[in-house]
């Protein structure tokens, strides 16, 4: 088995300008692409582990063995989190939540605009690397949370709806550390019609 790194499902120019070509290149053709590979690597040879699904081994993680588990978590979760991410975005579509997803926005954070200003607050807040999201949780409840380094709501129980990549890798050629800018500009390209499509399963 050997995990492969999606293409991208848009120009690397069209997030443009709120995300620059050169950064979008960097984080998918290196980044992630650099994750998939030392996952692939770790797993080299271990047919116990064929088969498997990436959440599987990232939400089983005991069960991946010893000596192989921390680059299992790490770099699958890496990989996990950044094809989440790439997905999370388009470059064009409607720019507010509908149907039913809105609902949920409205009855937990009174507006979209107010639930991005929490999204934002607590990706700004997020110390080092790591991820901001919003979810659901089990009771069907949205909840925005942050994730160190290459963690996931997944191993919570929850379904991800909405991500953003808090590293520095994804923001700082453009923003360099004005982190809270490029959280506040990322809005433009959020894909609403896979958020929606998430939140209904
Ligand atoms: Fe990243």
């Given at each position: 088995m050997a995990f492969t790194l999606p293409p991208l499902q848009?120009?690397?120019?069209?997030?443009?300008?709120?995300?620059?070509k050169e950064t979008m290149q960097i984080h998918h053709d290196k980044h992630h692409a650099a994750y998939v590979n030392n996952l692939n690597a770790a797993i080299e040879g271990k047919s116990d582990l064929a088969g498997k699904s990436l959440e599987n081994l990232i939400i089983n993680?005991?069960?991946?063995p010893e000596s192989i588990r921390n680059a299992v978590r790490n770099n699958g979760g890496q990989h996990f989190n950044h094809s989440f991410f790439w997905e999370t975005?388009?470059?064009?579509?409607?720019?507010e939540p509908a149907g039913a997803l809105a609902d949920a926005i409205k009855a937990a954070f009174g507006d979209p605009e107010t639930m991005k200003k929490q999204f934002n607050e607590a990706g700004t807040k997020q110390f080092g690397s790591g991820w901001v999201w919003l979810s659901k949780t089990i009771h069907g409840k949205l909840e925005i949370s942050t994730t160190a380094?290459?963690?996931?709501?997944i191993t919570e129980g929850k379904t991800p709806l909405i991500v953003n990549d808090l590293?520095?890798?994804?923001?700082?050629?453009?923003y360099q550390n004005r982190r809270a800018d490029y959280l506040a500009a990322w809005w433009n390209v959020i894909n609403w019609v896979k958020v929606a499509d998430r939140f209904s399963k």
């Open positions: 848009y120009p690397y120019d069209s997030v443009e300008p709120y995300i620059d993680i005991d069960a991946v975005m388009a470059p064009q579509g409607p720019k380094n290459q963690g996931s709501p590293w520095e890798h994804a923001y700082y050629l453009k």
